[in-house]
């Protein structure tokens, strides 16, 4: 009877180990996140006044011929988004991407990039925002942003428009 309370006691032991390491392991993950760890790069962006808009200006990001500016556009609800993710072959639709001269496309990922992370601040309707070769505008019916080359996309939770 002693041997079985000493194996019952060693089991709870290994689970109570077990556990202990997984706990620390999940800390240590998290302590050297995206607000912490080396590698992860900040980048700025803004999202609008409802907070159902969001974009976010990359100037390193990676493109297959090269690193490019890439503005990318999300929102949180939108009434089209079931339609745009059919059209996605492969991950989840997440929004748009913007090159510096070329029409938008569909932002489609399984993953987002895990060293990217966008510091947001609001936009007010009605203000502008610049970085690099790219300007966004937002007002009450969505926002509006633009490239250097004359391509752009109109986003709101209704509809969407892209040229």
């Known amino acids: 009877m002693g041997r079985v309370i000493d194996q019952e006691a060693r089991m709870k032991l290994s689970v109570l180990t077990s556990s202990a390491v997984a706990v620390v ?3 240590v993950a998290m302590s050297s996140s995206a607000f912490g760890s080396a590698g992860v790069r900040n980048v700025p962006g803004f999202r609008s006044p409802s907070g159902n808009i969001h974009c976010y200006y990359d100037q390193k990001a990676y493109a297959p011929d090269g690193t490019r500016p890439l503005l ?7 009434n089209y988004a079931m339609r745009l993710q059919r059209r996605c072959l492969a991950g989840d639709w997440h929004g748009f991407g913007l ?3 070329t029409k938008p496309t569909l932002f489609c990922t399984g993953n987002p990039d895990p060293f990217t992370h966008p510091v947001y601040t609001t ?3 009605g203000k502008s925002w610049t970085r690099g ?3 966004c505008t ?3 019916t969505g ?3 633009r490239n250097a080359g004359g391509h752009g996309l109109v986003i709101s939770r209704q509809s969407y428009r892209t040229w």
């Open 99 to 101: 090159r510096t001269n």
């Open 123 to 125: 936009l007010a309707y």
């Open 138 to 140: 937002s007002r009450i």
């Open 72 to 78: 990318t556009c999300g929102l949180r609800h939108a």
């Open 143 to 145: 926002v509006t942003c």
């Open 25 to 27: 392991i999940a800390a």
């Open 133 to 135: 070769r790219f300007t």
